[in-house]
């Protein structure tokens, strides 16, 4: 037997793998990967795919990175984890101290968790607390944009709105409110985007209005709901945010979990809304890739209404085992490091302008009815043919198989449903991206004719 089927045959006999219907590798093919370089990962029998979403949009400088490596190592050899509760150790301290300097002004304290769902799980008992805290028990709600997506731990689910994550668990959900966002996908083609956004804006204008006493805090994927489809708004949604959430006294909290580490252009993505948030949550991307690990950037006024003397009860309490864990710090670190070595983000407008290339012929292509880039991300909405560009139900398997045909073109694409994006690792090449905005297109072509 070849080396590929047997890792898939002894695979398929103990894991239960994310995200996925297991019946469906009785006919789509598991890939084992064996190693990785750069922007490509490797299969057992030497195949090569370019990693064109990142791995789940945490690969920020490519599979196994020198630098990143050696930080590793290093760190193994000095300490490989202590509890963060009572204790400390310099690579928590530093990354916090590194973080912070990069987080707008005013954001002043670095609280640790092991992954992004964890990391929305604790800025929304933290924003809760806070409220408790200060005499106003009563704000114990939440509110989050349509099609948002912000992990799936239950409370986090809870303040998600895409069906098919969220539907099964209904019952389990703590009830909270989500208003239409500006979706950019959704605007006429003859209002101007600033008239589209203040208009949409208003529904959540509205809410806050009418419930800010039971509310706690909104929370937003800043630019680009990514789960859901990649779908974008524009940066002033962020400053009429932060305004109405002043106005009514409510927390902003930015779930920077995906667009953040300079994804979208700016180092955090509520940079271009040109607001504070009172919480920003960065994940995924914060280790380069490496290592599960996440941080709540916090408001000074949020810490010190939890300052207080034991008896008073008032202290947070959110905990887990590996919460800072030293290596996934260090890999932080190493991280940035590697933005100070070189202009990342200059880079990354090239991307941006390499990908506005590269996809600009599928723009009016009679199967897709949109094309959108912010950053380094990038999406191409698959639709039926015909005047008004349906998009295709959710049964639909097109999606399925331009992954497929990526796959054997030396692609890892995986579209979500029939949205087909690329955000790839920031170091790819002018020609690697040229030929993967190939590949995307001809898969298109492609699934066009199915
Ligand atoms: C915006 C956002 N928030 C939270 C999460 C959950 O992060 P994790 O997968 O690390 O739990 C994700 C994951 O895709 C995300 O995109």
Redesign the pocket.
């Known amino acids: 037997m070849n080396e590929n089927l047997s890792w898939i045959k002894r695979d398929l006999a103990v894991i239960w793998h994310p995200c996925t219907q297991m019946k469906d590798h009785e006919w789509l093919p598991l890939i084992p990967f064996s190693h990785g370089a750069g922007v490509w990962l490797f299969d057992a029998e030497g195949h090569r795919y370019l990693d064109a979403i990142s791995s789940?949009?945490v690969n920020l400088f490519g599979h196994c990175h020198p630098l990143i490596n050696q930080a590793i190592i290093d760190q193994l050899g000095q300490l490989e984890h202590a509890l963060l509760a009572g204790a400390t150790h310099e690579p928590a301290i530093r990354l916090a101290e590194r973080l912070l300097a990069r987080a707008p002004p005013g954001l002043t304290r670095c609280f640790y968790v092991d992954?992004?769902?964890?990391?929305?799980e604790a800025a929304l008992k933290m924003s809760f607390h806070y409220w408790k805290n200060k005499g106003y028990p009563q704000k114990d709600h939440f509110v989050s944009l349509e099609n948002?997506?912000?992990?799936?731990?239950l409370g986090?689910l809870a303040v998600g709105s895409v069906g098919l994550y969220r539907d099964a668990y209904e019952p389990l959900l703590h009830r909270s409110f989500h208003v239409s966002g500006a979706d950019l996908f959704d605007r006429p083609q003859d209002e101007p985007v600033e008239d589209y956004t203040c208009r949409r804006f208003s529904t959540l204008e509205r809410l806050l209005a009418r419930e800010a006493d039971h509310i706690a805090a909104v929370i937003i994927?800043p630019l680009v709901?990514?789960?859901g489809g990649m779908r974008m708004h524009a940066p002033l949604y962020l400053t009429l945010l932060r305004e109405c959430c002043n106005r009514y006294g409510v927390h902003l909290i930015a779930?920077?979990?995906?667009?953040g580490m300079g994804r979208t252009g700016t180092f955090f993505a509520c940079e271009q809304g040109e607001i504070i948030p009172d919480i920003l949550?960065t994940?995924?991307g914060l280790t380069g890739g490496y290592l599960?690990l996440?941080a709540l950037l916090v408001r000074e006024s949020i810490y010190q209404a939890f300052y207080a003397d034991y008896e008073t009860h008032l202290a947070f309490l959110h905990s887990h085992s590996y919460t800072g864990n030293p290596l996934a710090c260090r890999a932080a670190l190493a991280t940035l490091e590697l933005f100070d070595a070189s202009p990342v983000l200059e880079r990354n407008l090239e991307i941006n302008q390499w990908l506005q290339k590269g996809l600009e012929p599928l723009i009016g292509h009679p199967h897709v009815s949109d094309v959108r880039i912010t950053g380094t991300i990038a999406a191409v909405e698959l639709a039926s043919d015909g005047p008004n560009k349906i998009p295709y139900p959710l049964e639909d398997r097109r999606g399925i198989e331009v992954f497929r045909y990526g796959l054997e073109h030396e692609a890892w694409l995986r579209p979500l449903g029939n949205v087909v994006y690329l955000i790839p690792p920031y170091v790819i090449t002018a020609n690697e991206l040229d030929t993967l905005c190939k590949t995307v297109r001809d898969a298109i072509d492609h699934v066009s004719r199915i």
């Not at 992954?115 to 929305?120: E, I, L, P, R, T």
């Not at 779930?255 to 667009?259: G, K, L, M, Q, S």
């Open positions: 789940w949009w992954n992004g769902s964890a990391a929305v948002a997506y912000h992990g799936e731990t986090a994927e709901q990514c789960a779930d920077e979990c995906a667009v949550i994940a995924k599960p996440a």
